[in-house]
């Protein structure tokens, strides 16, 4: 099937739409102005947002959130796709699936009003150990989706082969169809890195004063005024998360090459 | 070698509203190519997967040199399975798929019997090698080394040339029954092919919707059937009138038949030629039809022309319970 | 066999028992109770919170987050379902073209909200660009307007419309289309007659995901849109905040959620697995 005339200039349109917005934010990063005209080249801005210790603060913060987050995310969802796997468990794939379709907003105030109801009988706060427990709950979901979706092409007679061979359960598991399902927790892990570093919503609900995430800080910028170190912090970020996001890719397409 | 090292006692396997495997019992003898034959769905796959312990029976026993082995899980019986697909693991190379097992077990000395292994079934220098890397027929030889390096008391094989191409399958059928007699180690083998079954094994049992039909050695079993469906099953079977002849065994002449010969006349209703010999189709008078071979060099018939048609009494299979 | 798969299941299942079904619980629980007079919640169970929905204020919201969600699903298909079209007609280039729509979908979805606000303000891109060119004289009031909110939806749910019919497209079979022009349609005639009836399942998974998402949204109306764009999930979010009535928010959140879940699972079957 060829493309007709229109269409490869329709879809350019739209790929437009959907890259300048990004591409131009970026070249005003480098704006020697802090108006949006441009007057020369200018690192000011990353200099400026290197230089703020609130950003510094919060970006030590919600790199520690994510990469716990996408740790225990991706030992619960690994472990719960090869479970559901073995078996499929009604109540927890429905579960999961909800997980997914419910509203950022809806799952942030059920989460505050968890801790809150919790705090009245227990001493403790909200802080990091909170939206670390938001993040690992929201993101499982995402990692048993994809890992569930390599685990369906697999062949159970593989483990079969393994326990015949004199492998237990637990070895079958760790040695045969763990070492194939690597680069599909890889990107899952990946993935979620994104979504839990990226995730404002739930967090800024569950946070605590220890706890400001970046996205919490952008978004105060954001709300205050024009602020042109935003555009230089954005255009890391968007940079940072689609390298990685391109890694997943990578890692994705070569699985389904073999 | 009378010996039985595997044996099922009433064994059953049940699925809701549908009966698997319906109380089988059989003896394995040590040492032997025993085959496990039947048509899809009868429940042979299901029997070697209960053997293996990757299901559970319903009901019944299985003992291994005598001890009962249903409720060990598959690790723990010394027992070991080449699969249709072969199953060999896609991430370990060919020496890692043979070593798979011996290191579960734990040896220490792995490298000679692992050595051993890739002389006998002639894979050695691909040993770095990984799955998808091999053809079809050494993919099937790596299986059956993982397996045999473990020396099992039983080798079980699950249709183990239905993956090969039908020029290969008849060679690696051969090559099979040799290591097998190299070995020693007794091969419990389940397909659905009858002339794969005949052409290696020492013994058969055929089965149909999930019983025994009936056990023996192949001659024994195709000359001798116990019902019309092994008959059936294992080859051609003229039905003349209640009784049953092979195509082989039944002649068609235009001069007298043989006094001693029992036969029919018949009307030649066609003729078929299958390179080193002809297929003659016949009719009766009532309208039953019956098929002869005939040798290539031999007199050809034409459609519409009378013949005899005959056949020696040691020939007939006779099915009194039926 | 049986105690390996428990212990693989118990500690998704734990977060999301303790993590997200118990708090589901409490929020159905707060929304049957009545407002502390400091914000917390008591007891007397009452419907109360739901009747209020009715009030006009509450359903003038309601209305608003359905007229805004229905908008940008129908802008999304429109643009969504030839840019898929094109995506699945792009034989080799077809991953790069497919990565140019996913990449900028998984980088944040603040910045890329924010990028807007950058492009509309009064001082922003567009209006420093107009007014320099002399197009207008006085700036645009483009950010804090529906159109802003609805422009953000549409940006950052695209993909979830472009993704699941790119998906049909590409399982669609060949020759079903040569069939269709063998027996003499013009390419229009098998875009309408083939193709889209063919995409149907993707066409219905990706509505579904863009209307759901927009129906929910909070970033968007609240950094694009104004006092008077204010969706469903602002006034949540408000009720647990600076308004501090949890039971009201609580049955908000509720309506949400059945409204999600009343489109979802009878749309799930039809959609062929892809929702």
Known sequence: MRNSRWLPVYAAALYGFLHLPLAVLAVFSFNSSRFTRWEGFSFIWYKAAFADAQLAEATVNSLLIALSATLLAAAAG?????????????????????????PEIVMGISLLALYQWIFRYLAIQLGMHTVILAHVMFCTAYVVTVVSARLRSFDASLEEAAMDLGATEWQAFVRVTLPRLAPAVASAALLVFIVSFDDYVITSLVAGVDSETLPMVIYAMARKG??????????????????LILVSNRIEGREAER | MDDTVLELRRISK?????????GISLRVPRGALYTLVGPSGCGKTTTLRLIAGFEEPTSGELLLNGSRIEHLRPYQRNLSTVFQNYALFPHLTVRGNIEFGLRRRGDRHIEEPVRRVLELLRIAGKESRYPHQLSGGERQRVALARSLVLAPEVLLLDEPLSALDPQLRKQVRAELKNI???????????????????????????????????????????LRPATRFTAGFLGAVNWIGGIGVRPESTRASTDAPPPEARSRQATVQSTTFLGNRYHVEVSFDGGARAVCEVPRNSHLFSPGQDVHLWWREEDEMRFPDQ | MNRLRIWCLTPAGALLGGLFLIPLGITLAYSLMTRGPYGGVFSPFTWENYSR????????????SALYAVTATTICLFMGFPLALFIARSGRRRNLYLSLVIV?????????????????RDTGLINSMLLAAGVIHQPLTLLYTPFAVILGLVYGYLPFMVLPIFATLERLD??????????????????????IPLARPGIMAGSILVFISSLGAYLTPDLLGGGKTIMIGNLVQNQFTSARDWPFGAALSLILMLVVMGMLLPLRRQSGGML
């Open chain 1, 78 to 102: 690994t472990l719960c796709a090869y479970g559901l796997w073995k078996r499929d468990s009604p109540w927890i794939t429905a579960s999961l699936y909800l997980s997914l379709v419910t």
């Open chain 3, 53 to 64: 929905l009715a009030d006009p204020l509450y359903a003038a919201i309601l209305w608003r």
């Open chain 3, 174 to 195: 060949k020759s079903l289309v040569e069939a269709s022009a063998d027996l003499g349609a013009a390419p229009r005639a098998t875009l309408r007659h083939v193709i």
């Open chain 1, 226 to 243: 024009f602020n042109p170190s935003v555009n230089a912090i954005s255009t890391l970020i968007v940079v940072a998360l689609g390298g």
């Open chain 2, 14 to 22: 049940h699925y809701p509203g549908h009966r698997a495997v319906d």
């Open chain 2, 180 to 222: 097998q007699r190299g070995v020693g180690i007794t091969f419990l083998m389940v397909t659905h092919d009858q002339e794969e079954a005949l052409s290696v094994s020492d013994h058969i049992a055929v089965m149909n919707g999930g019983r025994l039909e009936q056990t023996g050695p192949p001659r024994e079993i195709y």
């Open chain 3, 104 to 120: 900028p979908f998984w980088t944040s979805f603040l910045v890329r909200t924010y990028a807007w606000m950058f492009l509309l």
